[in-house]
């Protein structure tokens, strides 16, 4: 069955340290999203990318980073930069840029920074 | 100004009743799409069901029911006959093809807790 797979599902980083979270789908959707998710809270776009080698900042990038080199990854990195990483975070995808097709999320990376 | 906006951080149902979670949204644009997704305790985000703007007839998946009020701005989700497993937090998301780049933006959910 095609999916979205997030990995590590549970994530801890030290203070100063730079740290990615894998995003991997396979079906072979072109347009592929990052967002945060705080307690209580919804969705905050931090990246998105709607073609391969190329990709754009959300509303809250700053102290993110992404690469898409394969149309089927879109890894995240959280830096040092980022004060206050601690969240929930997701990654969807979807067929195309169009009101039409919904997201198909994965199941997540919970990040803590101790 | 929010563009979704879910007014209901929390609601209480019995089992097997209907209950409608509300959704109002904010868009110039006149192509868009309306979606809610369920987020069980696990966290991921499921799809439930989606709205055309221009789309007619309300959207029927199953249990679900998206209410359409276009003029109202408005997109409630019913659910009926709630059952124990629909115990979640729901959000409301609008996709706009002309003005956001086809960018899905989320209200800040409602949790809805299923009484035995």
């Not at chain 1, 073609?51 to 080199?69: H, L, M, P, T």
Request: proline residues 3%; glycine residues 8%; neutral net charge.
């Amino acid at each position: 069955d095609g999916g979205i797979t997030q990995s590590p599902k549970y994530l801890f980083r030290k203070e100063g340290q730079n740290v990615t979270l894998s995003c991997e789908q396979n079906l072979n959707h072109d347009a592929m999203y990052w967002y945060r998710q705080d307690p209580g809270q919804g969705l905050r776009l931090i990246y998105y990318s709607q073609i391969v080698n190329d990709f754009q900042k959300g509303d809250i990038a700053e102290g993110y980073s992404v690469s898409r080199e394969k149309k089927e990854s879109f890894p995240l990195t959280v830096t040092s930069a980022q004060k206050n990483p601690t969240a929930f975070y997701l990654c969807a995808s979807s067929r195309g840029d169009t009101q039409i097709y919904g997201y198909t999320f994965g199941s997540g990376t919970r990040l803590t920074v101790v | 100004a929010q563009k979704i906006t879910q007014t209901q951080p929390g609601m209480f149902v019995q089992e097997k009743e209907a209950v409608t979670l509300d959704c109002t949204y904010d868009t110039s644009d006149p192509s868009y799409g309306l979606f809610w997704y369920k987020q069980p305790s696990s966290g991921e985000m499921i799809f439930l069901i989606y709205q055309g703007s221009y789309d007619q007839q309300n959207a029927t998946e199953g249990r679900y029911s998206l209410n359409f009020q276009k003029a109202r701005k408005s997109a409630n989700l019913v659910i009926s006959a709630s059952q124990l497993g629909d115990s979640a937090m729901y959000f409301c998301a609008m996709r706009e093809v002309n003005t956001n780049a086809g960018k899905s933006t989320f209200g800040d959910g409602t949790t809805l807790t299923v009484k035995p």
